[in-house]
């Protein structure tokens, strides 16, 4: 069975930290683009960081918003995709989805999401 599991969200004051963990079964992410995206309360679900397949370059591209604060990697032997967040503000606040996507297939995979709040 295809799961990816997010954990690591929570609350934090601004200026603080958090990393974001993607943990991958059923598959191995090695083959597959690995993507964190976020959602915030009445706004439209967006890219925030995206790492390609080791077939690939693993150059990681980040959106405007978060470049220079987050850092997105990947552990192929743990099947596992971080997502380190420093410099937290309040406008990041939002659900923290997952994505593993193989390009040229149909196979694209979500988590559930892990919850950040950003607040003092």
């Known amino acids: 069975q295809v799961q990816l599991v997010e954990s690591g969200g929570g609350l934090v004051q601004p200026g603080g930290s958090l990393r974001l963990s993607c943990a991958a079964s059923?598959?191995?992410?090695?083959?597959?683009?690995m993507s964190w995206y976020r959602q915030a309360p009445g706004k439209e679900r967006e890219l925030v960081a995206a790492i390609t397949s080791i077939a690939a370059s693993a150059y990681p591209n980040y959106a405007d918003s978060v470049r220079g604060r987050f850092t997105i990697s990947r552990d192929n032997a743990k099947n596992t995709v971080y997502l380190q967040m420093n410099s937290l503000k309040p406008e990041d606040t939002a659900v923290y989805y997952c994505?593993?996507?193989?390009?040229?297939?149909?196979?694209?995979?979500w988590g559930q999401g892990t919850q950040v709040t950003v607040s003092s």
């Open positions: 059923g598959f191995t992410i090695s083959t597959y683009a």
């Open positions: 994505n593993a996507r193989r390009a040229a297939t149909s196979y694209n995979y």
